[in-house]
């Protein structure tokens, strides 16, 4: 089941006397959901996904998962970041293996763990050197190591920025898919339009100087989503334009509170 995540009034400064990163941040995202953040560079999208992760505490306001206030992190709350964070010493199955062992879940170890590099495509690279993958398998990998303690929440922060195009999408369609299928709720950092539609079902545009919620659109394509199709071409624009306008327009000149809108639901063939 995945975590309910409340976002509480959230504003935020690194030291007393330093800028406002982020002011008044007012979110809920059911169990279960996917959410993708997009926004101009320092608008503070990390910053808020740490707090999700209970990495980082706010100024004011909190977050709440599951109806409880986050004061530090917890490993049923992954967070995935743009390198894999594997360790080279250790082989695949290793590096799977350590959540589990981090969290005391050794009980079938191995079939967990085949299950899990099954699930990814890697079941025949299971005694392979980290080494030896590519920058796409290593995050496979990941991902793995991430689903095998059943998170109730994946934070991803730009995790396929460094992969190529084809191995990008291909990612961006599985692990959606995963966390569909499992009830995960997954949350989504990317500076990547097409990422954050072919992914989210909702997608929050952020604003910066401060960090606010500028725009807030549920996307309603059925999955898996097609960037040729007319209907992701047009949401694409609708987008665009909203991000350009999260750039131009400074935050102070307009309410900072979030404006929500829910385009016409238009169906998405696959192909
Ligand atoms: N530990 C810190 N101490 C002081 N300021 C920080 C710290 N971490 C981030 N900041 C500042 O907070 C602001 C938001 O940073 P953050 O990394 O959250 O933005 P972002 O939207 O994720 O940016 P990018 O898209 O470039 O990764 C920036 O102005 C950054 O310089």
């Known amino acids: 089941m995945g975590a309910s995540i409340q976002i509480n009034g959230i504003t935020h400064q690194f030291s007393p006397k330093g800028e406002v990163v982020l002011q008044d941040l007012m979110m809920d995202i059911g169990a279960g959901s996917n959410i993708a953040l997009i926004g101009e560079s320092g608008c503070g999208k990390s910053t808020l996904l740490h707090m999700l992760a209970g990495l980082l505490i706010p100024s004011e306001g909190c977050v709440k998962i599951n109806g409880r ?5 917890h490993p049923e709350w992954n967070m995935m970041f743009q390198r894999p964070g594997l360790y080279p010493w250790l082989n695949v199955r290793q590096n799977v293996a350590l959540g589990l062992q981090f969290t005391g ?3 079938n170890l191995k079939g967990r763990i085949d299950e899990m590099l099954e699930l990814v495509g890697l079941r025949d690279r299971s005694e392979a050197r980290i080494q030896d993958l590519s920058g796409g398998q290593q995050q496979r990998v990941a991902l793995a190591r991430s ?11 730009e995790p396929f920025s460094a992969l190529d195009a084809f191995t990008r999408r291909n990612l961006q369609l599985e692990v959606s898919s995963i966390a569909r299928d499992k ?3 997954l949350v989504l950092v990317t500076h990547d339009i097409d990422e954050a539609l072919n992914m989210g079902e909702r997608v929050v545009v952020m604003g910066r100087n401060p960090g606010t919620f500028r725009s807030i659109m549920d996307i309603d ?6 960037p040729m199709h007319p209907a992701f071409t047009e949401i694409r624009e609708d987008l665009m334009d909203r991000f350009r306008a999260s750039v131009e327009t400074p935050a102070d ?3 900072t509170g ?7 639901p238009k169906e998405i063939a696959n192909g």
């Open 69 to 73: 206030q986050v004061t530090r992190a």
């Open 105 to 107: 879940q050794t009980q």
């Open 147 to 157: 689903l095998a303690v059943e998170p109730q929440m994946i934070l991803l922060d």
């Open 183 to 185: 009830g995960i709720t």
């Open 221 to 226: 394509l059925s999955f898996p989503r097609n």
């Open 253 to 255: 000149s307009e309410t």
């Open 258 to 264: 979030h404006t929500s809108q829910t385009p016409d």
